[in-house]
């Protein structure tokens, strides 16, 4: 019999003894008309103690197991988390020691606490209304750390709650290690730990690069993949939900060492299920970018209780991310400074009023450059990106489609390269 059992088995004890004490009583010597009230408020004031006593004593106990599971969390499972080496970071060890099926993508909650605490914070490499972006360091390995304002603590709250809940494990959705909040300064601090990318976004990777048409076309089809795992809803044991992220843009991709990219920032995601039959909008009053914003969402013409209205303003946004990268492609030793799409036709800063006029009243798109249409692989890109820019949102392509689309070219791209090998 464990303490908390024997306690009570104690407890009982003693009511029984003391009822059977007044029952005594009433009988034998004190007629019930002429009952003491002092007799039955101290007996009741004595009940009262003891029942504070042992609930106060079943607390203690109870607060002294919690104390001891997180100890060894601290001092066994944290040890086991080491970062493995490589060009391009998977943290798999971390995954592959801790992840199963019911805790979504990230580490256990007390152990992404625990973690959490122990990152150094080396360097800011970003900065935004969301907050600030720091490199970190955890065990002599980099890892990301996304600082949230107070204003967006509901972006924090969806992010970490969608992480934490859904199986988003993909080699272009940026990987998410921990989420916890902390008290620096009597201030409290958001954190969410991710995969560190040293490449940084692909608005910033596009200022200082540019590329050969194969690398745009490796670029493409990696984010058309992640909008394929995002948007595609998996029923299994380790399934998930389709998700439509809804602020899709060139600052909210990374990119990777290898060449290819992976989404990121999931704080205005929608969450959808067949299956089960829901539609999760959350609760984050923030809106998505409005220089990427897509016609039916700026004449507030959406369909907001209709999941594909989210994923056809994804791929709206998809397309604007192609252009941007279709601009900085060398073809004939022709390529074009990094511009931000509509650069040409609103301010830098657009109000909602001036892109509806441009997107909704004029029907204005991004210019393409004729030296697009002379290759191959971007003439392709550009017909794709015309197709994700339909009015009627319905017309639009699908990510799958995309993907299958781009994915046909990047084989006929790897044939022709080795032909060429072999010819060599």
Not at 138 to 159: H, N, P, T, Y
Not at 241 to 250: G, M, Q, V, W
Not at 344 to 373: A, F, T
Request: aromatic share 8%; with cysteine; charged share 20%.
């Amino acid at each position: 019999m464990g303490r908390s059992a024997r306690f009570m088995a104690v407890l009982v004890g003693l009511l029984l003894l003391v009822s059977a004490c007044l029952a005594d009583g009433e009988t034998t010597t004190v007629p019930p008309q002429q009952a003491h009230p002092e007799l039955w408020i101290t007996v009741a004031l004595l009940l009262l103690f003891m029942v504070a006593g042992v609930c106060g004593l079943l607390l203690f106990l109870r607060f002294r197991r919690a104390h001891t599971c997180l100890k060894n969390v601290d001092d066994h499972n944290v040890t086991m988390l080491k970062v493995p080496n490589g060009d391009d970071p998977t943290y798999g060890g971390i995954f592959d020691e801790f992840c199963t099926s019911g805790s979504g993508t990230g580490l256990p909650y007390l152990v992404q606490r625990t973690m959490a605490r122990q990152i150094s914070l080396v360097e800011c490499v970003g900065k935004g209304r969301y907050g600030e972006v720091w490199r970190g360091t955890w065990m002599g390995e980099s890892v990301a750390v996304k600082i949230f304002s107070s204003r967006d603590e509901q972006s924090w709250f969806r992010e970490t709650e969608i992480y934490n809940t859904v199986q988003l494990r993909h080699d272009n959705i940026l990987g998410f290690i921990a989420s916890d909040m902390t008290s620096k300064n009597s201030s409290t601090q958001l954190w969410l730990v991710t995969h560190f990318h040293e490449m940084g976004s692909l608005y910033d990777f596009l200022q200082y690069s540019s590329l050969e048409p194969e690398s745009c076309l490796k670029m493409c089809l990696s984010m058309a993949c992640g909008l394929v795992h995002l948007h595609t809803e998996i029923v299994s044991s380790q399934g998930k939900p389709a998700i439509a992220h809804r602020d899709l843009k060139s600052r909210n991709i990374l990119v990777k060492r290898n060449g290819q990219c992976c989404i990121a920032d999931l704080g205005l995601a929608v969450i959808h299920s067949q299956f089960n039959d829901f539609l999760d909008v959350g609760h984050n009053p923030r809106v998505g970018t409005k220089r990427y914003m897509a016609p039916e969402v700026l004449d507030e013409s959406i369909r907001m209780d209709v999941f594909e209205s989210y994923k056809q303003t994804d791929i709206w946004a998809l397309g604007l991310v192609f252009w941007e990268i279709s601009r900085r492609t060398i073809i004939n030793g022709i390529v074009e400074e990094y511009r931000p799409p509509f650069f040409d036709l609103v301010p830098s800063d657009p109000s909602y009023e001036e892109m509806k006029k441009v997107v909704c009243v004029d029907q204005q798109r991004p210019r393409l450059h004729n030296r697009l249409h002379s290759h191959p692989i971007m003439s392709s890109i550009v017909k794709i990106m015309k197709e994700c820019w339909f009015q009627n949102p319905p017309a639009r392509l699908t990510a799958l489609r995309v993907k299958k689309t781009l994915s046909k070219h990047d084989h006929d791209s790897d044939f022709s390269i080795n032909k060429l090998k072999q010819d060599i």
